[in-house]
């Protein structure tokens, strides 16, 4: 059973910064790439950050140049470095496999609330 446990979400003020972390457990298929993905209250579901079918991390428009994702040393650990954060990057950020680039999502954890305020 594939299990997706995200952590590291809280409240910060703008321009402040946090660290997700995601451990993924069971087997995902290897055609599956990982990311991250957030829902902000009353929005669709986007894509932040994810590894494309070459294995380079690629971001929405809205996170370049202060969103890091990167795979741990650890195995099957992902983390999402957030800096300079902003008001609208509040949200639900879910760890999530599924097709390569941001695509469809097929496996997604419970999530971790980023709240950043003003």
């Known amino acids: 059973q594939v299990q997706l446990v995200e952590s590291g979400g809280s409240p910060v003020q703008a321009g402040g910064s946090l660290r997700l972390s995601c451990k993924v457990s069971g087997y995902i298929e290897r055609f599956y790439c990982m990311g991250w993905f957030r829902q902000a209250p009353g929005k669709e579901i986007e894509g932040v950050a994810g590894f494309d079918s070459n294995g380079d991390a690629r971001y929405a428009e809205s996170v370049k140049g202060r969103f890091t994702f990167s795979q741990g040393a650890a195995a099957f650990t992902y983390y999402l470095e957030m800096n300079s954060l902003k008001p609208e990057d509040t949200a639900i950020y879910y760890c999530?496999?599924?097709?390569?680039?941001?695509?469809?999502?097929?496996?997604r954890g419970q999530g971790t609330q980023v709240t950043v305020s003003s």
């Open positions: 999530a496999a599924g097709t390569c680039g941001l695509g469809a999502i097929a496996y």
